[in-house]
């Protein structure tokens, strides 16, 4: 399996086509987290049980054996047994299609880098390609489900198959594309499905348009400090390397925290923005733990949090401690809407109402987008004939 990374990385493309400044952070580098091991060995287990490779990736140390045979149970029900079925499915309608696991695809042709640049190739779970259709699958360990940061990935993992695949072949041209990330935690698939056409006109007009941009980060960093401008936009920012320290996204969230008028907007940035001072908090405490100082802030031995004493306070005290993700794995996507949800609490403060419908609106955008989806040089580049059945 490629380890290899490319600055057009595919799984960051959500971000970088909004905000090409963004690739200036990419040095920033996390110490692969609990989330990042998890991802890891999900996928090298999940290539291992369809190919026979021995697996040699050490299981995360802080799954509990529990935790672990969940996941591997969900793997097996909403990864490997559909696959194996889509498989023999495929085959039957025609012998000769062709798997592709863990393999390698250029699509530096398709949005109009030049030779003499950076290549642009992403790792695509799995690629199926037989006479009448090409499927791509991307499987996701995390949480977040949102239509918006995957469908760039998987158009990039298109048009490198499509470029590879199809080429000037008229053979493939008609065949029908069909783009699928798999979440297996909750069994959700988001699916896309497109013609030719559309992969190549969407690069042109996503991605092409920032080549000029990304490359010039790559040549001359200093430079595309000075020329390019950071977009912010909570989409692209909520996980970028850099967004602890980015101006712009400071600024833009110092705009939601004083905005007095709770706009829509501002509402539907509390979870993210909750999300961001996390990362800040963790940063302070982690330089605090290695010894370095930090300016109005020190590490306390023994002090806990204050029992809350009646139930509108826990009751706003959860909802602050809880992302908005763990509410919405509580509550499923059918949240009560703000009035039912604080008809007892007619005293909430503004910003206690403004978390829980914060929370809301970040739910019923992420119904949203998921409903719509659905509606609306690579070394290692052979097709795997045998896989387990």
Known sequence: MTTKHSIYSPSSAYRWTLCPYSQLYREIR??????????????????????????DTPIPSHLSPKDMLDLRSKLEKHWLQPLRELIKKMRAEDPETLVFLETEWDFSRIIGVMPNNEPAFGTADVVLVNKD?????????GFTEN???????????????????????????????????????????????LTLDEVIAWCREVVTSVVNDINLVTQDPLEARSRLKPTPGTLQCQYCPGNKVCPAWRDKINTAVSDQS???????????????????????????NDGVSVPRYALVNGRTITKWTNQRAVTAGLLELNTAQE???????????????????????????????????????????????????????????????
């Open 327 to 389: 509410l919405i794995e509580k509550y499923g996507l059918d949240l009560p809407t703000p009035n039912r949800l604080l008809e007892e609490y007619e005293t909430a403060s503004d910003r206690e109402k403004a978390i829980v419908a914060g929370i809301l609106a970040y739910s019923q955008s992420v119904r949203v987008q998921s409903l719509r989806s659905q509606q609306d040089d690579g070394n290692n580049f052979e097709p795997i004939n045998e896989v387990i059945a």
């Open 262 to 288: 709770l706009s829509d907007e501002t509402i539907a940035m509390i979870p993210v923005v909750r999300k961001w001072l996390k990362t800040v908090v963790d940063a302070v405490k982690e330089k605090l």
């Open 133 to 141: 259709e090409i499927v791509i699958w991307d499987l996701k360990t």
């Open 147 to 193: 239509s918006d940061a995957v469908y760039p990935q998987l158009m990039l993992y298109a048009a490198g198959v499509c470029d590879k695949i199809i080429g000037s072949s008229s053979n493939y041209r008609n065949r029908s594309i069909r783009l699928e990330a798999v979440f297996i935690r909750s069994g959700r698939r988001i699916v896309f499905d």
């Open 30 to 55: 996390k110490d692969d987290g609990p989330s990042a091991q998890v991802g890891t060995y999900i996928h090298d287990l999940a290539w291992s049980s369809m190919t026979g490779h021995p697996l």
